[in-house]
């Protein structure tokens, strides 16, 4: 099975980057935009899996819960691009608030699954919302600047971050759908 690790958001939150991705619709030819199930922010991506791997997975994110604590996190109000600038390989949006215990959490994830042989990545972690890939906006040059996409942004609430997850990722009925498979609470001390 194809895994991956990652955090989920609020409904509130994933109702306001719908609005967001409605926004880049409205400016592009094209594209293809996750569904709102699938809006999420990506801690590792392990990949094909054995279903016999499960446990150990388990075991060792469990251990990584154990050590950090909830925090706080925004979707940030600018959007940037991945890529090419025209078609944009992936427009996303970024993080603020705590972000250096994300990035710590992420990094203690990155450690634990290379123990059991899961490559981390070589690129350094940059935490996003992909939010469309392969659009071509239609008016480029007001649309893209310096690696940011020039849109106004309702500002996001903050959420209090407790929970990670580890997630199928299967095709089904032609359609990309995740499933959590086990929910990882951050149960350690400030
Ligand atoms: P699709 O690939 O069908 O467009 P998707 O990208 O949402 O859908 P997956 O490819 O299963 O679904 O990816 C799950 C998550 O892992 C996504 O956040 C994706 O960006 C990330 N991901 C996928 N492949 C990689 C990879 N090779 N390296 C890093 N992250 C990846
Ligand atoms: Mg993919």
Not at 5 to 27: A, M, Y
Not at 79 to 103: E, Q
Not at 116 to 138: M, S, V
Request: glycine letters at 6%; one cysteine or more.
């Amino acid at each position: 099975m194809r895994l991956f690790i990652g955090v989920d958001f609020p409904k509130r939150v994933v109702d306001e980057l719908c609005s967001l991705q409605n926004t880049i619709r409205d400016l592009v030819r094209g594209g293809r935009f996750p569904a709102p199930d699938n809006l999420h922010l990506t801690l590792q991506f392990l990949g094909e899996t054995p279903e016999s791997r499960i446990a150990e997975i388990h075991r060792a994110l469990s251990a990584v819960a154990s050590r950090h604590a909830p925090f706080q996190l925004a979707v940030d109000d600018r959007i940037g691009y991945f890529g090419s600038m025209n078609p944009v390989r992936v427009a996303w949006v970024g993080m603020k608030g705590d972000v250096s215990a994300l990035s710590a959490i992420q990094a203690d994830v990155a450690t634990a699954m290379s123990e059991l042989g899961f490559a981390a990545e070589e690129r350094a972690y940059k935490p996003h919302i992909t939010l469309a890939r392969d659009a071509f906006f239609l008016q480029s040059e007001v649309n893209l600047k310096n690696g940011a996409i020039n849109l106004p942004v309702t500002p996001f609430p903050l959420m209090r971050i407790e929970q990670f997850a580890l997630i199928s990722s299967e095709i089904d009925q032609g359609r990309r759908r995740y499933r959590p498979l086990a929910v990882f609470r951050l149960a350690g001390e400030k």
